[in-house]
């Protein structure tokens, strides 16, 4: 009887957690599809008006575009950089590794805002502030440390004696890495590419220091409009986003679940 | 119809000089030098920790000595790098790629030569063939059972037709009977392949089997190398004779005479320079007879007590015990069992020509368990 309401109890409290988990992102997919231009919970009436103003207003689709081209290309450069640091670090036998570990792996936990700073104060003297090189830059800081993670992760279960095997067989080191030991970490790989994509595809702070008025991001474009405009598009937008980034997630989910047991 | 012979080599000769490898103060592989001809299956023979696998992956190139040279037909190989050497190796755990069908990892290394494609397709369809596994091509290794991954390994390692397979315990982690049976695949191979094999296992057994020749490892040393009979018979030092087969080992002081062994004198087939000596005899060349026996000159005796036998159907063993406190092993063939029995007074001889004169080395035992 008791166990019976403890798990009732357990179940509810649960729930409860799930709600607040998800809800402050879910209340903005209602406002998107609100007819009246106010941000006013719950909408009054629908219609699909924000949608059009968001492709029809040159500076929203500017800003999407900016934040996908950013995104990808931090997605290639950290994926690349993150990768190979996780390979050495994983193999380099030196003093003070921990401390370089460390350091790479700094851009989490350091406040985005102490970055920033730092990061705006060298891109004013470099002039990269407002450039998609200075962007990219920035946001591959942000995203190195969640490349390393995941294929650091994968590699801990990688079989060394395969590259052994590889070069007895013939292939030279470069032949055995894309051959051999990147496929074999390909799921961490591509965990690394989706984190980096959505790290930068959703950076606000560090992007609000080194925007300009022609080059935006889509968060910052977002940010601008809520303080400015108070206009639902933003809340288009934000849908938008939770789309595009839930069904990457659930995209990878599915690829790495198929592949994990095609290997079992 | 693909066979072995579109994979047949011919061997080539290696030659290690003055081999050592030092890990700080460590020495694995202690100034080792070995020369394998064309063609040979050789073993690297030893317990864990001997150097033997250290030996291998120095020539395998996935290690690099300290110091001495290293030639594959006369040819200084010590700074080609492991993908160039084109030897062939098989590992204790397979080393099979996960992500690849058996087909692929045996195409493996003829994609690294870039052959053409049919050729390729051929290639792999003899390898298969050779190692008894023609249907399996399409299968991922995780689909194969121990022994049938391993045979994949070796036609991997065998399709380019290197002229030297390396093989690092291969059978290590079968089970027994698995084992016997890939042993005579792997002798089998050989034969057919003509390929220099070196071959490393701390199994004395499978050494026997598969050998041309033996090299036994002590202490990142050599002990001895030579062919399994002469290993037997005629042991160059005592970690050999404890190594390789049983025998029953009789330490005493050597004098010109001979060796005294339980206060008597017995008689030794040389002589030997140190003072500490052992006296080895292998259990088939021991015999028994009544108590009080006493032999002629071609024969040592010694009394003994008898404490145990084993019968093993096609021989017996008997156990004993000798006046000094030590034991003694004696085997006896079907058809010529003496009628001694455990608890009995008996006199065991042997021929003096039958026993080995080596010097003593207190440490072997330590390194034997």
Known sequence: ?264 | MPTSNDLAARGAGIELTGLTKRYGDFVAVDDVSLSVKPGEFITLLGPSGSGKTTTLNIIAGFDHPTSGELTVDGTAIAATPAHKRDMGMVFQHYALFPHMTVAENIAYPLKQRKVPKARRAELVAAALATVHLGEYGHRYPRELSGGQQQRVAVARAIVYSPRVLLMDEPLGALDKKLRDWLQLEIKRIHGELGTTFVYVTHDQDEALVLSDRIAVFNRGRIEQVGPAEELYERPATLFVARFLGESTILRGDVTPDGIGVCARLLRAPGELSEKAGALVVRPERLAVREAGFSPDSEWNALPATVTGEIYLGSSRKLELRLPDGSSALVREQAGSLSDARGGDEVTLTWRVADSVLLPDSPDVEAVLT
């Open chain 1, 1 to 264: 009887m008791s166990a019976r309401v403890g798990r009732g109890a357990l179940w509810a409290f649960c729930a409860l957690v799930g709600v607040w988990l998800v809800a402050p992102a879910l209340i903005v997919v209602p406002l998107s599809f609100t007819s009246k231009a106010s941000l006013k919970f719950p909408p009054d009436g629908w219609s699909t008006r924000w949608y059009e103003h968001f492709f029809s207003d040159p500076a929203w689709m500017s800003a999407l575009w900016t934040s996908l081209e950013v995104g990808l290309l931090v997605t290639v450069v950290a994926t690349t950089l993150g990768t190979a640091a996780a390979l050495g670090l994983t193999r380099a036998k030196m003093r003070g590794l921990a401390l370089v570990q460390g350091s790479m792996l700094a851009p989490m936990i350091v406040p985005g805002v102490v970055l920033a700073i730092g990061v705006y104060a060298v891109f004013l003297k470099l002039q990269l502030v407002g450039t998609l090189m200075g962007f990219v830059m920035a946001h591959t800081v942000l995203a190195l440390p969640f490349v390393m993670i995941p294929v650091t992760a994968s590699l801990s279960g990688f079989d060394r004696r395969l590259e052994s095997a590889a070069a007895s067989l013939g292939a030279g080191r470069w032949t055995t890495f894309r051959t051999v030991t990147l496929p074999l970490v390909a799921p961490g790989v591509a965990a690394g590419a989706l984190f980096a994509f959505v790290t930068s595809f959703d950076e606000v702070v560090v992007s609000l220091f080194i925007q300009s008025p022609y080059l935006q991001t889509l968060p910052v474009k977002m940010y601008a409009s809520v303080t400015r405009e108070t206009d639902p598009t933003i809340a288009a937008a934000a849908t938008m986003i939770i789309v595009l980034t839930t069904s990457l997630v659930l995209i990878a989910t599915f690829f790495v679940a198929r592949r994990s047991r095609a290997h079992q």
